[in-house]
């Protein structure tokens, strides 16, 4: 029987990844980016969205859009350079009973959670290349990082994607960053430091 994943996608934080990738096409242009990004040091600032108890280091050049997820409350994205991130949070008394409903729920949460959300992907995604699950901690929290590259239906490119997910004791979050495959090389750094530099807000 075909799960609905869309509706469990959406429940367990990860959304509609297939509209989140085929969206890499559709965006539209977000204000006037800076202009002194083409080469140099990448300064790095602290996202600014007041209602969420999370932030992240992103470059400077990237800009807080609307336009990448519906559901998403973080999206920045600087469209000329096509850099993209997205993040959100789901409690996790609302993830263990979707979880133990999709038969994930006999190991470690955090594991059980990506799992999960790397069946989704793959349902979404033609991967091509993909790196195993890192175990790694962010700002003292258990957290799973996952890199791989694809290519979804209407985008004649492949993508490189680089997640991670974090588990905090209320909640799970989720942070997807992505760019065209054939600029990976140069992304991938930029990549691993704003997913790296996931932390809670001081209360």
Same mark, same amino acid.
């Given at each position: 029987?075909?799960?609905?994943?869309?509706?469990?996608?959406?429940i367990l934080g990860l959304g509609l990844l297939t509209f989140t990738c085929m969206s890499?096409?559709?965006?539209?242009?977000?204000?006037?980016?800076?202009?002194?990004?083409?080469?140099?040091?990448?300064?790095?600032?602290?996202?600014?969205?007041?209602?969420?108890?999370?932030?992240? /280091?992103?470059?400077?050049?990237?800009?807080?859009?609307?336009?990448?997820?519906?559901?998403?409350?973080?999206?920045?994205?600087?469209?000329?350079?096509? +850099?993209?991130?997205?993040?959100?949070?789901?409690?996790?008394?609302?993830?263990?009973?979707?979880?133990?409903?999709?038969?994930?729920?006999?190991?470690?949460?955090?594991?059980?959670?990506? !799992?999960?959300?790397?069946?989704?992907? !793959?349902?979404?995604? /033609?991967?091509? /290349?993909?790196?195993?699950?890192? /175990?790694?901690?962010?700002?003292?929290?258990?957290?799973?990082?996952?890199?791989?590259?694809?290519?979804?239906?209407?985008?004649? +490119?492949?993508?490189?994607?680089?997640?991670?997910?974090?588990?905090?004791?209320?909640?799970?979050?989720?942070?997807?960053?992505?760019?065209?495959?054939?600029?990976?090389?140069?992304?991938?750094?930029? !990549?691993e430091t704003m997913l790296k530099s996931f932390h809670l807000k001081k209360k």
């Amino acid at each position: 029987m075909k799960r609905n994943t869309t509706k469990t996608a959406l429940i367990l934080g990860l959304g509609l990844l297939t509209f989140t990738c085929m969206s890499l096409s559709l965006i539209p242009a977000s204000g006037n980016p800076k202009q002194h990004i083409a080469t140099g040091k990448i300064n790095y600032v602290e996202s600014d969205i007041d209602s969420l108890d999370f932030a992240m /280091k992103i470059p400077d050049y990237m800009q807080a859009t609307n336009s990448l997820d519906d559901g998403r409350p973080f999206q920045y994205m600087h469209e000329v350079k096509e +850099q993209y991130i997205i993040a959100s949070s789901e409690l996790i008394s609302d993830v263990i009973p979707a979880l133990e409903i999709l038969g994930h729920n006999e190991g470690n949460l955090l594991d059980e959670y990506v !799992a999960y959300n790397r069946e989704v992907i !793959a349902e979404g995604v /033609k991967i091509s /290349k993909q790196k195993p699950v890192k /175990k790694l901690t962010v700002s003292g929290m258990q957290a799973r990082m996952l890199q791989f590259d694809g290519r979804v239906e209407g985008i004649d +490119q492949g993508i490189s994607y680089f997640a991670i997910f974090v588990e905090s004791p209320d909640n799970l979050y989720f942070v997807l960053a992505w760019t065209l495959q054939s600029k990976k090389a140069e992304f991938t750094p930029i !990549a691993e430091t704003m997913l790296k530099s996931f932390h809670l807000k001081k209360k």
